[in-house]
């Protein structure tokens, strides 16, 4: 009666898949090894021990320059040194900006059209003009 509010890890039914070990690893790889050996020589590059084949083909061969610098021109001894430049003492020696302030006399004043829409005024004409717009 009590069986049903126990929970899941009370149970001795084992459904966890188990790995099967690597029977006839030697038989599956060992032609395609030869092969492999026979294509690196063809290149000319380094051929690798049956063992070494193994691991390379299950995907656990490292390969030895894990971080080294493979082309020694971009090594950080033939690197250009950036001068360092020493900053002054922290108090500032510029000027402060000038105000911009309009003194000439071109424009008349400043117009509002649609919606806010500041538009400079050059002559009495063009206010005319402006203020004919607005009402029609």
Known sequence: ?????????????NTRKRKTPNKGVTAKYAQDWVDYN????????KTKTF???????QGKAHSKLK???????????LRRETPKYESGDGVGVTFAKKENVYTGT????IATMH???AVPIISEEQAHEVARMRRG
């Open 1 to 13: 009666m009590s069986m049903h509010l126990m929970s899941h890890a009370f149970t001795t039914t």
């Open 38 to 45: 026979k294509q690196m020589k063809r290149i000319g590059a």
């Open 51 to 57: 063992d070494e084949y193994v691991a390379y083909r």
């Open 67 to 77: 971080g080294g610098v493979k082309n020694p021109m971009y090594a950080t001894t």
């Open 106 to 109: 071109l424009i008349k004043g």
């Open 115 to 117: 919606k806010s829409n």
